[in-house]
């Protein structure tokens, strides 16, 4: 973070400090008082199990030159007697928030927001690793997409980044409007409208309109899926340019012309731009395996088009592209089976997707598919397990092993579509099913491994890895 004045901080949030020191300047924003620095200030948050107010003191011992916190504490020991600067806020958590907005606005560089029912992360890592080739970009860094990592990344920012790219997840409505505001993004993308998510929102309609959100903070451009049955809706609802992406849907501004899959090694793609009523090719090697890869590289390529990337720094972009970690990651073990991490998260779309893939490898040796539960469901949790399972057979997988508790229905939707019973196999843990699948395995399988991220199925990787 770059030097600000406590009168910028108390001219973001809207309030005044109890007084400002001599030098007046913060050097940093911290909301961990075990790791505040000397010069900045705490904010300290508070949930349903704790309060951060608590920890003031600590904060302060450690050097933080003042604190936020929540009007109505002004008679709490930790705030009455302080000599240090307090600055009173409604919410913490809003003026942390606020901060971020704030801050960010001292920095006029294009800011790219990925919001989606999946795909978000992939294509957050995908647009890194081709912007950064010819930009300076910042991003979020693991999973700090949500009300407390948006601002965290925001703070990030300094005068050496040419471009930010953040990603926006959300648990209920309300809640991408909450982020985007912070960023105010040049560029939005929303990957798609899935199933994610129905547990708490109930309907489709409902998902839309929460990724919708973003479009009214987007400044510039945003970037949709044509080939998404929503692609219309959120169309209406853009109050900017809105530049599309397909496979099936030839009209999109961005398009997939020809493609030839390489299987495991991803795809060489041919795609045609659309622009000003001319129709501009690029043609490169997408290094990622999974059609819904090509997707993410088509909303990649929009983006880079827009922030003035040629069609030869995009193709070099790429070429620099690495598997990322959980996500459709390639693990060749030395007993020569290859597993198939893509255990960061899992929904009926990106479960279909991966078994979709394992079809499209050729078979040297049998294939297996690892599935635990897809969470947040809601009402259409068991049936969309139980077409799991369906789609497993249709896509000749061997042996299905499941694990968890809506995972029965993975099971159960593969012995109705025809797979034996002693092909099939649910266990109540992990350890059981690792114990069972690796006297199994041989030299030329492939096993996919997959499921929602508090299922924890990285666990069996790393066992089928070892």
């Given at each position: 973070?770059?030097?600000?004045?406590?009168?910028?901080i108390?001219?973001?949030?809207?309030?005044?400090?109890?007084?400002?020191?001599?030098?007046?300047?913060i050097?940093?924003v911290?909301?961990?008082?075990?790791?505040?620095?000397?010069?900045?200030?705490?904010?300290?948050?508070?949930?349903?199990?704790?309060?951060?107010?608590k920890?003031?003191?600590?904060?302060?011992?450690?050097?933080?030159?003042?604190?936020?916190?929540?009007?109505?504490?002004?008679?709490?020991?930790?705030?009455?007697?302080?000599?240090?600067?307090?600055?009173?806020?409604?919410?913490?958590?809003?003026?942390?928030?606020l901060?971020?907005?704030?801050?960010?606005?001292?920095?006029?560089?294009?800011?790219?927001?990925?919001?989606?029912?999946?795909?978000?992360?992939?294509?957050k890592?995908?647009?890194?690793?081709?912007?950064s080739?010819?930009?300076?970009?910042?991003?979020?860094?693991k999973?700090?997409?949500?009300?407390?990592?948006?601002?965290?990344?925001?703070?990030?920012?300094s005068?050496?980044y040419?471009?930010?790219?953040?990603?926006?997840?959300?648990?209920g409505?309300?809640?991408?409007?909450?982020?985007?505001?912070?960023?105010?993004?040049?560029?939005?993308?929303?990957?798609?409208v899935?199933?994610?998510?129905?547990?708490?929102l109930?309907?489709?309609?409902?998902?839309?309109?929460?990724?919708?959100?973003?479009?009214?903070?987007?400044r510039?451009?945003?970037?949709?899926?044509?080939?998404?049955?929503?692609?219309d809706?959120?169309?209406?609802?853009s109050?900017?340019?809105?530049?599309?992406?397909?496979?099936n849907?030839k009209?999109?501004?961005?398009?997939?012309?020809s493609?030839l899959?390489?299987?495991?090694?991803?795809?060489?793609?041919?795609?045609?731009?659309k622009?000003?009523g001319?129709?501009?090719?690029?043609?490169?090697?997408?290094?990622?395996?999974?059609?819904h890869?090509?997707?993410?590289?088509?909303?990649a390529?929009?983006?880079?088009?827009?922030l003035?990337?040629?069609?030869?720094e995009?193709?070099?972009?790429?070429?620099?592209?690495?598997?990322?970690?959980?996500?459709?990651e390639i693990?060749?073990?030395?007993?020569?089976?290859?597993?198939?991490?893509?255990?960061?998260?899992?929904?009926?779309?990106?479960?279909?997707?991966?078994?979709?893939?394992?079809q499209?490898?050729?078979?040297?040796g049998?294939?297996?598919?690892?599935?635990?539960?897809?969470?947040?469901?809601?009402?259409?949790?068991?049936?969309?397990h139980r077409?799991?399972?369906?789609?497993a057979v249709?896509?000749?997988?061997?042996y299905?092993?499941?694990?968890?508790?809506?995972?029965?229905?993975i099971?159960?939707?593969?012995?109705?579509?025809?797979?034996d019973?002693?092909?099939?196999?649910?266990?109540?843990?992990?350890?059981d099913?690792?114990?069972?699948i690796?006297?199994?395995?041989?030299?030329?399988?492939?096993?996919?491994?997959?499921?929602?991220?508090?299922?924890?199925?990285?666990?069996?990787?790393?066992?089928?890895s070892?």
């Amino acid at each position: 973070m770059e030097k600000v004045t406590f009168a910028e901080i108390a001219d973001w949030t809207g309030s005044q400090w109890s007084f400002i020191p001599e030098d007046g300047f913060i050097t940093g924003v911290s909301t961990d008082s075990r790791s505040v620095g000397a010069g900045e200030i705490f904010v300290p948050l508070s949930g349903e199990n704790f309060d951060g107010h608590k920890f003031i003191p600590q904060a302060l011992k450690r050097g933080a030159k003042g604190f936020l916190y929540n009007k109505g504490m002004e008679e709490a020991e930790t705030v009455k007697n302080s000599p240090f600067p307090a600055l009173p806020v409604e919410n913490t958590l809003k003026g942390y928030q606020l901060i971020a907005g704030g801050y960010l606005k001292k920095f006029p560089v294009p800011l790219v927001a990925v919001t989606g029912s999946n795909g978000k992360t992939t294509l957050k890592e995908m647009l890194y690793g081709i912007l950064s080739t010819k930009f300076k970009t910042l991003k979020s860094e693991k999973n700090f997409n949500n009300e407390v990592g948006v601002p965290s990344t925001a703070l990030r920012m300094s005068k050496e980044y040419q471009l930010g790219i953040f990603e926006m997840a959300m648990r209920g409505k309300g809640q991408i409007d909450e982020l985007a505001c912070i960023v105010e993004p040049t560029v939005s993308v929303i990957t798609n409208v899935g199933e994610a998510h129905f547990e708490l929102l109930g309907s489709h309609q409902a998902i839309a309109d929460t990724k919708a959100e973003i479009l009214k903070w987007t400044r510039e451009t945003a970037v949709l899926n044509a080939d998404n049955r929503w692609f219309d809706y959120l169309k209406e609802k853009s109050p900017v340019e809105v530049v599309s992406f397909g496979i099936n849907k030839k009209d999109a501004d961005f398009h997939l012309i020809s493609y030839l899959d390489m299987g495991l090694e991803g795809y060489m793609l041919e795609v045609e731009e659309k622009k000003e009523g001319e129709k501009i090719r690029g043609k490169f090697h997408l290094p990622l395996a999974g059609v819904h890869n090509i997707y993410n590289a088509l909303s990649a390529c929009a983006v880079a088009r827009g922030l003035g990337m040629s069609w030869r720094e995009i193709e070099n972009g790429f070429a620099h592209l690495r598997a990322f970690e959980g996500r459709m990651e390639i693990k060749k073990t030395e007993k020569g089976w290859t597993v198939l991490n893509d255990t960061y998260n899992a929904s009926p779309a990106s479960v279909s997707v991966a078994l979709s893939l394992i079809q499209s490898v050729e078979k040297t040796g049998k294939k297996i598919a690892v599935l635990g539960d897809m969470l947040e469901l809601g009402s259409i949790a068991e049936e969309s397990h139980r077409e799991i399972g369906e789609k497993a057979v249709l896509c000749g997988v061997d042996y299905l092993f499941t694990v968890g508790e809506l995972a029965r229905h993975i099971r159960q939707g593969g012995l109705t579509a025809g797979m034996d019973d002693n092909k099939a196999v649910h266990f109540d843990n992990k350890k059981d099913l690792i114990d069972k699948i690796l006297p199994l395995l041989e030299s030329g399988d492939i096993v996919l491994v997959k499921g929602s991220r508090m299922m924890k199925m990285e666990e069996i990787v790393n066992a089928l890895s070892e």
